[in-house]
C-alpha cells in the first residue's frame, strides 16, 4: 500500500486537471509502464480511487512526454505540474479522473502510482470517523481524509491541525476513547532531538476496530489518525 500522503498527492494531481472535459478518461496503462495494483475502493476528497503502483525503464520526462502527447491526441483535457517533488500528470474524462505521478528510479528508470478516479460511491462516502466511533478534538479543522472499504471492512486516514497543545490532546484523546468503550489504550511519549520537540503515539481497539493517533508540534498540533477494521 501507498503512504497516505501518497493517496493525498494522487487525489491533488486529479483535482490540478483542467476543468471541461467531455471525452472518457484513458484507460489503458501508458506504454513503457509495468503496473502492479496496490488498491481500490478507496476516497479521497470526494473520489472514489483506483490505484496502481507503476515502473519503467525509460526517464520520466520520456515516459510523461509521450503519455501527455497520447492523452492530448485522444482529445483529453490535461495537465502538467511538479508537486512535492513528484512530476504529475493528469486528465479529465466526462465521469473520471487519471493521474500519473512519477519520481525517478536508479539511474535511469521511474516509479510511481497510476490513479483513476470517480465519485465516491455512498458506501465509501459513508466512511467517517463518526461511522467507526473516532472522536475529533473540538476546533480541529481537518487537512485531508482518506476513506477505505475492502470487502466490508472499513478504514479513515485523516490529517488535522488542533490549536490546543499535544498535551491536551493525549489526555483528550485518552478520556474520549476510554468513553468510547476502546479498550487495551496504549500512550506513549517520544523526545525526537533533532526536531527540537516530541511526538505522542496512541493505539487502542474496539471489536474488530483498530486506531492509531500520531500527535507533534508543528505550528499548530498535527494529528495523523487511522482508524480500521480487523479481519
Not at 510523461?64 to 492530448?72: N, V
Amino acid at each position: 500500500m501507498p503512504s497516505p500522503s501518497s493517496l493525498l498527492l494522487l487525489a491533488l494531481g486529479c483535482c490540478l486537471a483542467a476543468p471541461g472535459s467531455a471525452q472518457p478518461c484513458p484507460a489503458a496503462i501508458p506504454p513503457g509502464l509495468s503496473a502492479v495494483p496496490v488498491a481500490s475502493n478507496v476516497a479521497s476528497a470526494g473520489l472514489g480511487l483506483d490505484i496502481r503502483q507503476v515502473q519503467g525503464k525509460e526517464d520520466l520526462a520520456t515516459i510523461l512526454d509521450r503519455t501527455e502527447q497520447q492523452w492530448r491526441a485522444a482529445g483529453h483535457a490535461v495537465r502538467r505540474d511538479a508537486t512535492a517533488g513528484w512530476q504529475v500528470l493528469s486528465a479529465l474524462g466526462g465521469d473520471c479522473l487519471v493521474t500519473l505521478q512519477l519520481v525517478p528510479q536508479g539511474s535511469k528508470g521511474s516509479f510511481g502510482y497510476l490513479s483513476r478516479g470517480r465519485k465516491a460511491t455512498a458506501s465509501l462516502r459513508a466512511v467517517t470517523p463518526a461511522a467507526l466511533g473516532v472522536p475529533l478534538p473540538p476546533g480541529a479543522a481537518l487537512a485531508s481524509s482518506v476513506a477505505s472499504n475492502d470487502d466490508g471492512r472499513r478504514g479513515v486516514t485523516m490529517a488535522l491541525h488542533s490549536r490546543m497543545p499535544v498535551p491536551q490532546l493525549r489526555q483528550f484523546y485518552m478520556q474520549q476513547l476510554a468513553a468510547g468503550g476502546w479498550r487495551a489504550t496504549r500512550a506513549h511519549d517520544i523526545d525526537d532531538r533533532q526536531r527540537g520537540a516530541g511526538m505522542t503515539f496512541i493505539t487502542a481497539q474496539r471489536d474488530r476496530r483498530q486506531i492509531s493517533i500520531v500527535i507533534w508540534p508543528d505550528g499548530p498540533s498535527q494529528i495523523i489518525l487511522t482508524a480500521v477494521e480487523a479481519l
